[in-house]
């Protein structure tokens, strides 16, 4: 059996994981929620590393409010940075591999072309600072591990633009979505398998890689997107707007291959 290990497993991605559970029958999953491993609790990191012998950690925990992180930076660093430094110093202790997923806001936006894995970050806001914090003290630590970077995650569970473009439109009325960011949204359950195939399919180098779903929009495309998949768009008018209400500076144009 493989035994992986997986953090922050009540979050978006943590649940599409769990919902692929069970076409992997020779893997043994412990799905650990915040409540039950807090990643910045030193202790409780190396204690639960110690009582299992898991084979690989996915790390789904993260702090993920861009907006409250520029209010707040220093909980987005202690989850972001220093979480994810203690899972990185338990993989290590334990022969663990680490698969930790991070953000194309690493970037600052101003590429004109998809960004490559190689592609020098530059985060723009605190949550992106954080998120490539993180990545870095990974490398120190560990020279096995995958730190996958992914865009615009989104899937029919939980709070989500998905959800909250089809919430919004069930009460009609206009829908105001900005037409200035570019980004690729990425199904949830796509990377899910994309993550499952490292654990238990063809082998990969370790290092870091982009995954998307390769198609590039606004968020007011992909909100029209939304609308047509779920037969909303004649409930509701959608209005691109230039300005988006934001505390935190997004980057304009995020493609990563
Ligand atoms: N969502 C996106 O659009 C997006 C885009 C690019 C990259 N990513 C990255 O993809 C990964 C998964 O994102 P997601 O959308 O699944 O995020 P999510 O839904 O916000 O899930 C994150 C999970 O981490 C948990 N968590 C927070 N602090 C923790 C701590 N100290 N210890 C343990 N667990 C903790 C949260 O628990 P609570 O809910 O109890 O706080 C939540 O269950 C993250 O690394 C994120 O940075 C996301």
Redesign the pocket.
Known sequence: MIKVLV????????KAIRALAGEYPEVSFHF????D????EKESVNALFSNNHFDYCI??????DVEQAEKTPQIAF???ER?VANLAEACKANNVVLI??????VFDGRKQKGYLPSDIPNPINQYGRS?WEGEKRIQDILSEYFII??????SQR?R??YTNIKKRAALGGTISVTNQEYGCP?H?DHLAKYIMDLVDGEKKSFGIYHYTDGEAMTWYEFAKKILLENRMSDSVRLLATKSYPSVAKRPALLTAY
Not at 7 to 14: D, H, K
Not at 37 to 40: E, F, K, V, Y
Not at 149 to 154: A, E, H, K, P
């Open positions: 953090t922050g497993a009540s979050g978006q991605l943590g650990a929620e915040r409540k491993l807090d990643i910045t790390n789904c925990a993260a702090y993920t202690e989850v972001n979480g930790h997923i991070s953000t194309d806001y998120k970077r992914t865009s615009w995650l989104y939980g989500n633009f990425t949830a």
